[in-house]
């Protein structure tokens, strides 16, 4: 796997392979002592976090050349995860495991190879994720096969991984811990297509193809344990169980409905499948959780929002999670038409601290942007620009996401859009909190009084004109159809 990278990774860093070489000897039955380190090019955060089910376990600054190293005195064997934010990926450590990794932070997934004690294991589960990647980028196409067409492509698909993964299975002899993972990561990804394409074929071809389907075609589902709690916080797995709610949800019949109602009706019947289908509680909270979040972010109708949370809240029993649940509730509820946006603090380019409240002295429209996405950070901008010269009357002010302040502030030198009101978020924790920001292509429009007039559209939408012209209601963002899921 890239013995380039590898042959660079190996000379990057000799004096610390040493030293793993050594803590790999002499360790005793009851000796839970682990290491992990390596080096992060062009990272886009100082520090690398290591996780576990979602928990920080370490914050591990980067030192002067980018590399970092920490010692476990005991470290429980299992699937951990390490984030140079916003990127992530998993780790999995055995028993007394020395695992180096090399990052690239500027293609992240790409660029890993792990060495040490416990690298071939987490190098074929980087290979495995890289081959599913691969296909999950050419995979549009063959949703508009037929039945049979389609189940022939994805057979065959599957079946050169599982060779594949089995050969590797004999080659490195792991334990069924691990097994748990790997075989996910292979049967998952295959489990997700199946799940899609009755409901993409249609949206794409306009077939209902339901009723074709064979009679075995969902026979894979007998074999899937819902209340595995191992794999309760692994991304093929949660992925997987997203894709079958949303088909399993699904309302045939939805012309009697509105838009928004059908949005409910859809989502209380998630959650009602999970009740039914999962009984482990930490499987079932982290699925709740999922429907929530991904719910309240795409439909702000206060009172369907009421309905919804009351089916929730029937259901969750992870109050913690629960807690944030609310925030955004809250904060959804704050954010309706006619109120006042909340205030965060901002910075300009000087280092001086702006508040939110001062920034409406005309017809506003805030976008927002990080430098993790250059191609976003260029398309917006070009077509805030664009709006700009239509609407003189409204002023735009791009609201920058990241941490680094020189770096923001270097990377508008780079770039000079004349004309746009360019800050960054103090503090992205308040600014998610009050003004639900989860994703980078939210878009809110303010009136002269800095009052709200659409805080949920995206200035990619079709009917985002429509929206500076005119006085909008909230209404809820068109449902966009992704497949890329871990």
Not at 336 to 352: C, F, H, Y
Request: proline share 2%; hydrophobic share 35%; aromatic share 14%.
């Amino acid at each position: 796997m890239h013995i380039h990278k590898v042959l660079h990774y190996l000379m990057f860093s000799s004096a610390a392979l040493s030293l793993f070489c050594s803590c790999n000897k002499g360790f005793k039955g009851d000796n839970y002592t682990a290491y992990f380190g390596g080096e992060v090019t062009n990272p886009t955060s100082p520090y690398v976090l290591f996780c576990r089910n979602s928990e920080v376990i370490d914050s591990i600054k980067l030192d002067a050349n980018n590399r970092f190293f920490i010692k476990f005195d005991s470290l429980t064997p299992g699937m951990y995860t390490f984030k140079n934010e916003p990127e992530y990926q998993y780790v999995y450590f055995d028993k007394n495991d020395s695992i180096m990794v090399h990052i690239n932070a500027r293609d992240f997934d790409n660029s890993i190879v792990f060495c040490g004690r416990g690298d071939q294991k987490n190098n074929f589960l980087m290979e495995l994720y890289l081959k599913n990647e691969d296909d999950r980028s050419k995979i549009f196409d063959i949703f508009d096969y037929d039945v049979d067409k389609f189940v022939q492509n994805i057979d065959s698909s599957y079946q050169s991984r599982e060779k594949f993964y089995l050969a590797k299975k004999e080659e490195l002899k792991w334990d069924e811990n691990f097994d748990a993972y790997a075989k996910a990561t292979l049967d998952f990804h295959h489990y997700s297509k199946k799940e899609i394409y009755p409901q993409v074929h249609k949206i794409r071809t306009g077939e209902d193809v339901v009723e074709k389907l064979p009679k075995e075609y969902y026979d894979f589902r007998k074999s899937i344990d819902f209340n595995n709690a191992k794999l309760s916080g692994y991304s093929p797995f949660v992925s997987y169980l997203t894709h079958m709610l949303n088909n399993e949800a699904a309302i045939n019949y939805h012309n009697h409905f509105t838009e928004v109602d059908l949005a409910l009706k859809t989502n209380i019947n998630k959650l009602n499948i999970a009740d039914t289908l999962i009984k482990n509680e930490k499987v079932k909270n982290i699925i709740l959780n999922s429907i929530a979040f991904t719910y309240l972010l795409e439909d702000q109708n206060m009172v369907n929002n009421k309905k919804f949370f009351e089916t929730y809240h029937k259901y969750s029993t992870d109050k913690s999670k629960k807690n944030e649940i609310l925030k955004i509730g809250h904060a959804i509820q704050q954010l309706t038409v006619g109120n006042a946006l909340p205030e965060v603090e901002l910075v300009d380019a000087n280092g001086n601290t702006v508040s939110s409240n001062t920034i409406a002295t005309q017809k506003t429209v805030l976008f927002f942007w990080s430098e993790n996405l250059v191609s976003h950070l260029m398309a917006v901008h070009k077509k805030v620009l664009d709006f700009k010269a239509k609407h003189p009357d409204y002023q735009f002010v791009a609201i920058n996401l990241d941490k680094d302040q020189q770096k923001w502030v270097n990377t508008l030198g780079k770039y000079k859009f004349g004309g746009i009101v360019e800050l960054r978020c103090k503090d992205f924790e308040d600014i998610k909190a009050k003004w639900a920001i989860t994703k980078v292509h939210r878009t809110i429009i303010l009136d002269s009084n800095g009052k709200i007039k659409n805080a949920f559209t995206n200035i990619f939408n079709l009917n985002f004109e429509d929206d500076l012209k005119n006085a909008p209601i909230v209404k809820k963002q068109e449902h966009q159809h992704a497949l890329a899921s871990r």
